[in-house]
């Protein structure tokens, strides 16, 4: 008789994965927000 596999995420798993998200969305927003400000400033200047 085979065994079952399983497939699938656990719920640790998701946390971690979603906890990496998280950090990296916080550390690159504040950059992107920068970008589109100089980005709108050179606009005007030009």
């Known amino acids: 008789m085979r065994g079952?596999?399983?497939?699938?995420?656990?719920?640790?798993?998701?946390?971690?994965?979603?906890?990496?998200?998280d950090v990296t969305l916080a550390l690159a927003v504040p950059s992107f927000e920068q970008i589109t400000r100089n980005n709108r400033q050179v606009t005007s200047a030009n």
């Open 4 to 21: 079952k596999t399983q497939r699938g995420f656990t719920l640790g798993e998701l946390m971690a994965s979603l906890t990496v998200a």
